[in-house]
């Protein structure tokens, strides 16, 4: 009897020791949780930022692993989110640019509070923090040759707008287009265009979209007509490259440094471009000010950032995988990283100290001092465009610079087009519970 | 027992062909009949709720100023496409034709652009045709003359585009019309030739009515390739400058896609469907008449 309990006592031990080790070795060798991440990969800077952080990260841990995919070019990013959406292969993380069409698609899982505390300002959409920031909004500003304006003597930043016409009008002496703009890219073209928007039309009012819908404003306004006659006489009097009509964004940084241009009006990512393409060209940068001798920069923080779907958040392993992800893409090593590599600006509440080029510091310091605001098309909640205006207008825009309309009929078509617009979608008129 | 056996056999083709008719079914079929009631709705893409708004879209497309202008240019350059193709392409196997040596060899050059993908020749004519670097322009500008911005103009782009397709496509067209030149009698020719017949009315009275069957196929396909370029577009000009080259694809997928208006973009779709019919079955019909058996 004795021996039978013995040896039953040891088969239990044995099997408990024996279950206990399996347990602990399949904990071991517990495999990594997949978690897909996807975003805009049109800038190649910041696309191997961002690709080499990721590769960081699945390095640094044996939990969680992050899978790529970097087919997603900037020009048609939210289109193909839809469409691996419609064929069932969103990804899990995603970089978030049209934060409330998302929203009102009930796909967006919202940021926990102690990842919210990591960042100086977080945009709510509908009310919720939905996205983590990585990189505030560019200034947009002149980054012009600064040997060939040493080589001719302009030495002095304009102090106002007739300076800066002076400035194109010395360049075109030289036999050089004064500027260079990337028409052919509808966005970029809206760079300009918000600067004369926000400089003489809205003065930096954070709400002017807003009002047009309560019908407080209109497009048609002799302040309007006179911004966009400002930004025609720019492309119809020789300041502009004279093949701005089909030239893209990415074209820029080869005529600055191929000299057939002297300015481009652009944002600081821009840079690290120019310095790849030559690293012996000096730039120098100013804001361009307005008659008074204004500036208004387009700058600050925006609801665009990393984000969770909802449906990968209804995995706890994945929604754990997103939390550390953001703390350790935003961890002091790895952003201060990203941010030189792509000359951005830091949207973290902790201060990111690091190495940058005089020009940079320039840069910092202007975004620092100068008044900011976000770009038309970048507001939220009853700020949000129409769907299609921006497309749309920056269209009709191209038709102003090649002279097929004039400003007038331009702001009267926007207009018109608002009205069509605004019938499908009105966010002063959205009840918030219904999302 | 034979009967029954007979009729298994009667049927077998009916079974060999189902696999293709349920995938062409489900994958076309299908598709199309929903995208009906897709035109009929408000829906951004992403939103799981889709609003029913009934004629609405068809109602705005009907005053919608953008969505005629792309109207204009897809007949425009369908037309224009159906027209130059097929004189370049004609042109071609009638200069093979008579080529001796290496025949085979031109024949492939010629064909060669068409394998290559629309998206990729559009970049590489971009580069081409690019204002500032463009090997075009840097060539007119050895000449003294001006540069040409061939996609910024908006007078230009369309040709420009056109002018691509054409060296992309003409290849294959080719190819047609050398098999049809191949299938003329030779006697005909030698007859005509012991009359002492012009070349030229040669060509109009005995080939150009014997080739009548290569031109249905190829002007029917030129066209309705004209009607739905897309990859050219996009690559080319994004329907820039301006609205100056978009067509009825390209505004289907900008609408639908990056405009968030699924609903609308169906419609417009629909609206080129019937169009595409429409032109096919006409110019079908029209061609048909002057094909002469040989």
Redesign the interface.
């Known amino acids: 009897m004795k021996k039978t309990l013995l040896l039953y006592f040891m088969l239990l031990s044995g099997t408990v020791l024996f279950a206990n080790g399996v347990s602990e070795t399949s904990s071991n060798l517990k495999k990594p949780v997949s978690v897909s991440i996807t975003f805009a990969t049109g800038d190649v800077t910041t696309k191997e930022a961002i690709h080499t952080i990721v590769q960081n990260f699945n390095k640094s841990q044996n939990l969680y692993r992050l899978q790529e995919n970097l087919s997603i070019s900037t020009g048609a990013y939210l289109d193909s989110l839809k469409t691996l959406n419609a064929s069932g292969q969103m990804p899990d993380i995603f970089e978030c640019r049209d934060v409330p069409v998302f929203v009102r698609a009930g796909m967006l899982e919202p940021i926990p509070q102690d990842l919210q505390t990591l960042f100086e300002t977080t945009i709510p959409v509908y009310g919720t923090v939905y996205t983590a920031p990585f990189v505030a909004q560019y200034p947009h500003i002149i980054l012009y040759n600064k040997t060939l304006f040493d080589k001719w003597g302009i030495n002095e930043n304009p102090k106002n707008y007739a300076d800066f016409l002076k400035i194109c009008d010395a360049l075109k002496s030289h036999d050089i287009a004064p500027m260079a703009a990337g028409v052919a890219d509808i966005w970029h073209i809206g760079f300009l265009f918000n600067y004369y928007l926000t400089q003489y039309v809205t003065h930096g009012d954070p709400d002017f979209i807003s009002k047009i819908y309560k019908k407080e404003v209109k497009f048609n306004t002799p302040e309007m007509i006179d911004a966009m006659s400002k930004l025609a006489y720019l492309f119809q009097s020789g300041d502009m490259e004279k093949g701005f009509m089909s030239t893209k964004e990415n074209e820029l940084v080869g005529l600055l440094a191929g000299e057939k241009t002297a300015m481009i009006f652009t944002g600081s990512w821009t840079i690290t471009q120019i310095m790849e393409a030559d690293p012996d060209f000096k730039i120098g940068c100013f804001p361009v000010p307005d008659e008074k001798g204004h500036v208004i920069l387009n700058g600050g923080a925006t609801s665009q950032g990393w984000a969770l779907t909802k449906a990968a958040a209804q995995n706890p392993d994945k929604k754990a995988a997103f939390n550390a992800f953001i703390k350790y893409f935003f961890s002091k090593a790895q952003y201060t990283t990203f941010l030189k590599t792509t000359n951005s600006l830091p949207t973290t509440k902790e201060k990111m100290v690091y190495d940058t080029t005089p020009l940079m510091g320039t840069i910092l310091k202007l975004n620092n001092t100068l008044p900011k605001t976000l770009m038309w098309n970048m507001g939220v909640g009853e700020n949000e465009l129409p769907p299609s205006y921006r497309n749309w207008t920056y269209k009709k825009v191209q038709e102003l610079l090649m002279g097929q309309i004039t400003p007038q009929q331009l702001v009267q078509a926007m207009d018109d087009q608002w009205v069509i617009s605004i019938r499908d979608f009105n966010p002063t008129q959205l009840v918030k519970s219904s999302l | 027992m034979t009967l029954k056996k007979t009729g298994l056999i009667k049927r077998i083709p009916v079974w060999m062909a189902f696999p293709s008719i349920l995938m062409f079914s489900l994958f076309v079929i299908m598709p199309a009949v929903m995208s009906i009631y897709f035109s009929l709705t408000?829906w951004?893409?992403?939103?799981?709720h889709m609003q029913f708004i009934g004629l609405r879209n068809y109602m705005?497309l009907i005053h919608d100023e953008?969505f005629w202008n792309a109207f204009r240019n897809t007949i425009f350059l369908a037309v224009a496409l159906a027209i130059l193709e097929n004189i370049v392409a004609l042109t071609l196997a009638l200069i093979l034709d008579k080529v001796l040596k290496a025949r085979t060899l031109f024949r492939s050059i010629f064909y060669l652009p068409n394998l290559l993908s629309g998206i990729v020749t559009g970049y590489i004519w971009v580069a081409l045709?690019?204002?500032?670097?463009g090997i075009f322009n840097v060539v007119l500008n050895h000449l003294k003359i001006a540069?040409i911005?061939?996609?910024?103009?908006?007078g230009i782009a369309l040709w420009s585009i056109i002018f691509v397709m054409v060296w992309k496509g003409a290849g294959y067209y080719m190819i047609i019309y050398i098999a049809g030149l191949n299938s003329i009698p030779s006697d005909i020719l030698e007859a005509a030739d012991i009359d002492g017949v012009s070349p030229i009315r040669k060509f109009f009275s005995i080939t150009v009515p014997m080739l009548a069957g290569s031109f249905t196929i190829n002007l029917t396909l030129s066209l309705i390739n004209g009607l739905k370029v897309f990859d050219q577009i996009v690559a080319m000009?994004?329907?820039?400058?301006?609205?100056a080259t978009e067509t009825l694809t390209y505004q289907i997928?900008?609408?639908a896609?990056?405009?968030?208006?699924q609903g609308y973009g169906t419609a417009i779709a629909l609206i080129l469907f019937l169009l595409t019919m429409v032109f096919s079955l006409v110019e079908t019909k029209l061609i048909r008449r002057f094909e002469v058996e040989v």
Request: glycine share 18%.
């Open positions: 408000s951004d893409g992403l939103s799981p705005d953008r045709m690019n204002y500032s670097f540069s911005n061939w996609l910024g103009n908006p000009t994004s329907g820039g400058p301006g609205f997928y900008t609408v896609f990056s405009e968030g208006k």
